[in-house]
Every structure is written in C-alpha cells, then in structure tokens.
C-alpha cells in the first residue's frame, strides 16, 4: 500500500483507539499541542517532572520530545523518558526546536540523539540541516534556508539515524533513508501562526502510536496540517484573520476524514 492511502487508513485508528500522547514539550505552544492531539482523536498528556515521566510513559503509546524552551530539568526529563519509552518499544518522536541557534539546545539535542532511538524527527529545513552538519541561515526558530540539496540531506540524516526524517516547509520532505517524498499542501497562513511545526510533531505522534510504519505516520501528520490549514484558509471571511484561521484549522482536523485525506492529499515521491 502506497504511503498515502496507508497515511489515510491511519486516521480512523486513532479516532478508534484515541492513544495517549506524551508530551514533554515547550511552555509556548504546549496548549495547542494538546488540543489538535485531541482534534486528530488521540488523548494528551504534559508530563514534565522527572519523578513521573517513566511512570507516565508506561501508559503512552507514542512520546513527543520538543527542545523548544530547554531547562536542564526538562531535557533531563526528556532523555529519562524516551530511554524509558525505548525500553517499552513506544516511539519517540524529536522536534529540535531552534537546534543551531545556541548551545544549550545544540547539546540537548545531541544528548537526546545519542541516548535515545528516534522514530520520527521533524524539523524546517535549518535545523535539520544543522543536525546533519550542512551550513544553516536562521533567524530565531524560524527557517530562512532552503536548498536543493534538501532531499538527499532528509535520506542520508534518515539513513544515518535510522528513522524518518521530515522537513517541513513550502514543500514537505519525507524520507526514511532509502525514499524520499514531498507533500505539497499548506498555506503561507500557518506561517502566520506561532506552533504548527510541534503542532505537526504532535500529529505525527498520533499516526505512529496506531502503526509502526513511520514513514506513512510522518506522512499522515504532515498531510493533516496541511490539507486542514488549506480548509480553514478557505473557510475566511474578508475581515478575518490569523485568530479565525487557527480556531477553523482545529475544527479542520476534527473534521478530517480518510477520504480528503486520499482525495486531496499531494505527495510526490523519487
């Protein structure tokens, strides 16, 4: 089954079983990370003290690791946590937030890689090209670089890791070390809105806790923000904005279903 159709006969899973996500995420976008988990249909949960994380990841079935507002105690409770999630098989998904722009993440985010077996690391295009080693330009979080090298940096980072690899940006990037694909939905208005990336990790986290294929829960979570933040960009009156657009993406998500998903999802592959 191709990564799409099986991307879209993932949904309805999470709906069914409604798995619990555990986050260990930053304090900016925590809430919204916890309410598109609940509008996909999976369950989450923001455990962060290091005297809980390994308990509550006995009852998760995927963890979302996201270095956005690194403290020592928080990437402590990451590397306790996804060690723990290793142990029980629970995939990890990274989300190295601003990974490059200063030290501190740059060696959490190397702590994390080298203690903990990724599932999935979603990224833009400047950290993950950092976390390969390429030349990276960023401002913030924010990625200001893309190149054409992208594709073959998403599959040998994939192949190196051993996991998946997302680049998310104008074009997504997938790769699990031996294909590549790029979904191409989206709208520049989820650029105006501060978290869809550890929105998208979130996502992404609730396909791989119904399935193991990675690269088709990668795809899943990309193809859900994506095709729900076209909807809700649609969906505008003249007046509105930004604040209208992101109530409208969560009901997008809600309302999302395995056909749109096939109907209107946009994957290339090579």
């Excluded at 190196?160 to 590549?180: A, H, N, P, R």
Aim: net charge neutral.
């Amino acid at each position: 089954m191709k990564p799409l159709k099986t991307a879209a006969f993932l949904l309805p899973l999470i709906k069914e079983k409604r798995p619990l996500i555990h986050h260990i995420t930053n304090f900016v976008t925590v809430n919204d990370c916890a309410n598109i988990t609940l509008a996909i249909g999976a369950s989450p949960i923001m455990a962060v003290h290091g005297r809980e994380v390994e308990e509550v990841v006995l009852g998760a079935s995927a963890l979302v690791l996201n270095i956005g507002t690194p403290t020592s105690n928080s990437v402590e409770s990451m590397l306790l946590a996804g060690e723990k999630a290793n142990e029980l098989g629970i995939p990890v998904i990274l989300d190295p937030v601003g990974v490059g722009i200063a030290k501190l993440r740059s060696r959490a985010a190397d702590n994390i890689l080298s203690r903990v077996k990724i599932a999935v690391l979603r990224g833009n295009a400047s950290e993950i090209r950092f976390l390969s080693g390429a030349s990276i330009d960023a401002k913030g979080v924010d990625s200001i670089c893309c190149g054409q090298n992208d594709d073959k940096i998403a599959r040998e980072l994939a192949a190196q890791l051993g996991c998946v690899v997302v680049i998310t940006g104008e074009w997504d990037i997938i790769s699990d070390g031996k294909k590549v694909y790029s979904t191409g939905n989206g709208h520049k208005m989820l650029t105006q809105i501060t978290g869809t990336g550890c929105m998208i990790s979130s996502l992404i986290a609730a396909f791989s806790a119904v399935s193991n294929n990675y690269l088709a829960a990668a795809m899943g979570g990309v193809l859900t923000m994506g095709i729900a933040g076209e909807a809700a960009y649609h969906s505008l009156g003249d007046r509105e904005g930004p604040g209208t657009f992101k109530v409208r993406l969560f009901d997008q998500v809600y309302n999302l279903t395995a056909d749109t998903i096939n109907k209107f999802g946009i994957v290339t592959g090579r």
